[in-house]
């Protein structure tokens, strides 16, 4: 069974802080997919960053930075100098293929991140 | 380019009536999946269609939900003799055809069973 654990339930930093989301996935497919989704106060999930288990190469895209270590299945999550703006509920996603090449995602319970002033 | 839509937004119920839900997925995307999230806890899976074909079922979903896909557009998703345990957000997404594996999520509806 396929499982995600996002440990931290609520974080919260001072605008302009470095923040880390920690989460750690179970799978016995070795073929699966990773995602983090952003839930903001308005609740639509946003989709951020998808990762394949054959790419472990570490990813930036401006105040965001992913690491993937498929020694230890973690897929963390980095804001540099958080804003107020990234307050939200994260989540970390594990897909599995399903029936006629859909996938079924699995997801943690969510990290609350709040960036104060 | 729009995305998902749902309709309603929000939804209160007396116990015992039957609701319904529709989702809109973005248009060309063959694949669409339900989702119901309670408070404090991550999205669950419910069904998924490619198409009008239904082809995966959660343990989640029990006889009284039923879902469709008609004409492999828009979905339903219908509750019958909701329960107050039923009350939660819905989420409809949907993903295209091709490798990319991200769904795209709309923004659900949020039930109320009284």
């Known amino acids: 069974a396929q499982k995600v ?24 497919d070795t073929t699966y997919y990773l995602f983090w989704y ?8 946003v989709f951020l960053i998808r990762r394949n288990s054959f790419d472990e190469q570490n ?5 965001y930075s992913w690491n993937f270590q498929k020694s230890t299945s973690s897929f963390n999550f980095t804001i540099t100098a958080s804003q107020v703006v990234d307050s939200a ?26 960036v104060e002033l | 380019d729009t995305g998902v839509s749902q309709d309603p937004r929000h939804k209160i119920t007396k116990r015992g009536q039957n609701v319904t839900f529709r989702c809109d997925p973005i248009s060309e995307h063959n694949r669409l999946y339900w989702y119901r999230q309670t408070l404090g806890q991550g999205p669950e899976f419910l069904t998924y269609f490619q198409n009008e074909a239904q082809l995966e079922k959660s ?6 939900f039923s879902a469709e896909r008609p004409k492999g557009s828009f979905s339903t998703l219908e509750i019958q003799r909701t329960e107050q345990g039923d009350s939660a957000m819905y989420l409809c997404a949907s993903r295209g055809p091709g490798g990319g594996n991200e769904q795209f999520f709309g923004p659900g509806t949020r039930l109320t069973v009284l």
């Open chain 1, 5 to 28: 654990t996002q440990a931290q339930t609520e974080i919260s930093v001072v605008e302009k802080e470095d923040v880390t989301l920690d989460c750690v996935y179970e799978t016995r």
């Open chain 1, 38 to 45: 952003k839930q903001p106060p308005s609740g639509e999930l």
């Open chain 1, 59 to 63: 990813e930036i895209s401006g105040r």
């Open chain 1, 89 to 114: 509920v994260y989540f970390c996603a594990l897909t599995i293929v399903l029936t006629g090449g859909g996938n079924k995602l699995t997801f943690g319970t969510g990290t609350q991140l709040k």
């Open chain 2, 59 to 64: 343990r989640l979903l029990s006889d009284r």
